[in-house]
């Protein structure tokens, strides 16, 4: 089964970086889409980025231009580079894998960013 454990957080100044990580279990890893999802509270769990198998990746219009998702198969490991944050990024940041065989999201336990302005 796929286990999913993101790191990477923290709180930085508006307009600094943080590079979330997202280091995946499972023999699997390397044909399962990846994503990440974010919640800040009060709100609804929004949709950042996804990268496929490959490298074909899609981004929400909030975040476009500004983060970068990418993935390591060889490390079993996906990342979020997040530059020029913004306080609205702030929010708990979750990893999600995509299993293809059969159809099962699978859920980080999240990561804290905080973002000052």
């Known amino acids: 089964q796929v286990q999913l454990v993101e790191s990477g957080g923290g709180l930085v100044q508006a307009g600094g970086s943080l590079r979330l990580s997202c280091a995946a279990s499972?023999?699997?890893?390397?044909?399962?889409?990846m994503g990440w999802y974010r919640q800040a509270p009060g709100k609804q769990r929004e949709w950042v980025a996804s990268i496929t198998s490959g490298v074909s990746t899609n981004y929400a219009d909030s975040i476009k231009g500004r983060f970068t998702i990418s993935r390591d198969n060889a490390k079993n490991t996906v990342y979020l580079q997040m530059n020029s944050l913004k306080p609205e990024d702030t929010a708990v940041y979750y990893c999600?894998?995509?299993?293809?065989?059969?159809?099962?999201?699978?859920w980080g336990q999240g990561t804290q960013v905080t973002v000052s302005s």
């Open positions: 499972g023999s699997i890893f390397s044909i399962n889409a």
């Open positions: 999600v894998s995509s299993d293809p065989l059969t159809e099962y999201d699978y």
